[in-house]
């Protein structure tokens, strides 16, 4: 059973462009929720992450939108670089609960040139 | 980049031998997590760790454990490999297990 459901899967994007992720929750007490950006050969790196106590937060072009009614959460990457090429994940958790994170199935960005 | 280190990083071994996997860590962090990636899954939780000799279980902790003796290396083992536990594993680290983790870079495992 997955908690978290990503979409799409995998997305090609041309520089310049606007690359967005989507993920879906179903657990109402998930309060935290953080993005991870992976390239091949490494582990996640924590990107930015997301309180639903706010709608929205930036970093550089960088953006999470969170909509806590329709428990819905999206990257947008602004700008999209050929540099930006990797897998991201967004992932949940419970304050209390050590902070196991739950993630979504991943979507590989491809930033053409 | 925080001080993960996991060995080994690849490796490959038959089914029904036991395995174990080492994460040291050099940040003196207090949580130690293991997951595992499978393609189609994300990442998903094991077991994890929130001091020295206290663990707990994760999602996917069947057919693994763990052990933590000193707050810098957090082991997880399969006492009798199978296939299906072939996958990368990763560890992660958190300060206090409120922060945000920081993982490793990874053990590919190859079970035949």
């Known amino acids: 059973q997955q908690q978290v459901k990503q979409s799409p899967q995998s997305l090609i994007v041309q520089k310049g462009g606007i690359s967005i992720i989507n993920c879906a929750y179903e657990n109402t007490a998930f309060d935290y929720f953080p993005w991870y950006q992976q390239f091949p050969g490494k582990g996640p790196a924590l990107l930015i992450a997301i309180r639903p106590d706010v709608s929205e937060k930036k970093e550089g072009r960088f953006t999470i939108s969170f909509n806590k009614s329709a428990k819905q959460f999206s990257l947008h990457i602004m700008d999209s670089q050929p540099g930006d090429s990797a897998t991201y994940f967004c992932a949940a958790s419970i304050e209390g609960s050590a902070r196991q994170l739950t993630f979504g199935s991943g979507t590989q960005l491809t930033v053409l040139p | 980049d925080a001080g993960i280190t996991q060995s080994p990083r690849h490796k490959v071994t038959e089914t029904g031998t036991p395995v174990t996997l080492r994460c040291h860590q050099t940040?003196?962090?207090?949580?130690m997590y293991w997951y595992r990636q499978d393609p189609g899954h994300g990442l998903r939780l094991i077991h994890y760790?929130?001091?020295?000799?206290?663990?707990d279980k994760g999602e996917v902790s069947d057919g693994y454990s763990v052990s933590r003796s000193k707050t810098e290396d957090f082991l997880l083992t399969l006492e009798s490999a199978t296939s299906s536990q072939t996958s990368v594993y990763f560890c992660a680290i958190s300060v206090t297990g409120t922060e945000p983790q920081h993982f490793g870079d990874g053990t590919r495992l190859s079970i035949l």
């Open positions: 760790s929130y001091g020295v000799k206290d663990t």
């Open positions: 940040e003196n962090h207090r949580y």
